[in-house]
């Protein structure tokens, strides 16, 4: 058995964490075993635990300085000889990863972007960017989850890249009207119109649109309602406005669940207004369920699997935004078509075992 170390912040609800774990509980782990390298505690440290995985805590750059972080890398590698592949998913903090790896001589290092921008404000950007210049000449694997986020990360190296399906187990987000109709219930949403959305509550996510976008769909039908699903840092904000545009019985903020394949099922549409995306995995999971999707056109194409989706540029206004979501026709999912998708984790679990089993 061979055993891989995964490099994260935390294993916390988030697209590429949800990802790793997906492809975790699929592979053959009498054959692979995952272990983390984190700096945050994480929802997941139990159920990875329990897999068999061990989780490494190093202070990250922003409690310790780079400086550091650099030298708790090194030290880490150097008395942890026993990992021979590495792979990265920090985006350009991967740079420092990459290198540490290399110094003490892991044979195969990957770097993996998940994004395509920077989040922060200026400094953050630069120190990012500067980390990001390490990722090329310390890594020898270059993977990816769409060419927008290669091209991001790896720059002229990005069509060298790998793009690696963000696999999903699709089969339990199939559309399951006993479930749709308990939810509904219980929420008190059975007689609405509900448009959904899944991300963390910041600037990305572009969640202070989505609610001017749904204050007009409101508009033109009464019966709306707005089911956010996830927390962070921007939702007091995002709450004030929605409370200064009336619409506090309008707007249900669910907060963080790991059973979104069932709340998706008591949404009627689903919308992502996003700045940038490395692909939002999200959408892949609401095609899979049956819900018409309206993403923004900074989302990669790679992420529509069906005919239920549209993208539609920011620069159109929110009433703009809501009348192609309201007259968007929904086509019934058909159950062969996802299975049979690339974005099926089965998929993604041999190639990457497969993968790593030939280093």
């Not at 891989?4 to 997906?22: A, D, P, S």
């Not at 009498?30 to 390298?37: A, I, N, R, S, Y």
């Not at 479930?179 to 219930?185: G, N």
Request: with cysteine; hydrophobic share 40%; glycine share 6%.
């Amino acid at each position: 058995m061979i055993r891989i170390l995964h490099c994260v912040v935390g294993m916390n609800y988030g697209g590429y964490e949800t990802f790793i774990m997906n492809v975790y509980r699929n592979i053959d782990r009498t054959k692979v075993q995952f272990d983390f390298l984190t700096s945050l505690p994480g929802v997941f440290d139990e159920e990875i635990e329990k897999m068999g995985g061990i989780v490494y805590r190093v202070p990250f750059i922003t409690k310790v300085g780079p400086f550091a972080y650099q030298k708790n890398l090194d030290t880490f590698f150097r008395l942890h000889p026993e990992y021979t592949i590495v792979h990265s998913h920090m985006d350009k903090f991967s740079g420092s990863v990459m290198k540490a790896a290399k110094k003490a001589g892991v044979k195969t290092r990957i770097a993996h972007s998940h994004n395509t921008q920077n989040e922060g404000g200026l400094v953050y950007q630069l120190v990012k960017n500067f980390y990001g210049r390490m990722v090329e000449p310390n890594c020898t694997h270059r993977f990816a989850c769409s060419q927008e986020a290669a091209d991001w990360m790896f720059g002229e190296k990005g069509r060298e890249a790998t793009v690696v399906y963000n696999g999903i187990e699709v089969e339990k987000y199939l559309p399951d009207d006993k479930k749709r109709k308990e939810l509904r219930q219980k929420m008190g949403i059975e007689n609405n119109f509900v448009v959904g959305h899944t991300g963390r509550f910041a600037h990305q996510k572009n969640h202070s649109f989505l609610v001017e976008v749904f204050c007009e769909i409101r508009d033109r039908r009464h019966d709306a309602k707005l089911l956010l699903i996830g927390t962070g840092d921007l939702q007091d904000e995002i709450k004030e406005k929605v409370k200064s545009l009336g619409l506090e019985n309008d707007v249900i903020f669910y907060g963080t669940t790991n059973k979104v394949n069932e709340v998706l099922q008591a949404m009627d549409c689903f919308v992502m207004p996003s700045h940038h995306e490395g692909l939002g995995i999200v959408l892949i999971e609401a095609q899979c369920a049956g819900l018409y999707c309206t993403a923004s056109t900074a989302v990669p194409a790679l992420a529509q699997i069906t005919d239920n989706m549209q993208f539609v540029s920011l620069e159109e206004t929110p009433a703009e935004w809501a009348e192609k979501i309201l007259s968007a026709q929904p086509q019934p999912v058909n159950r062969e078509d996802i299975l049979n998708c690339p974005y099926n984790v089965v998929k993604t679990a041999e190639f990457l075992q497969n993968f790593y089993l030939e280093r």
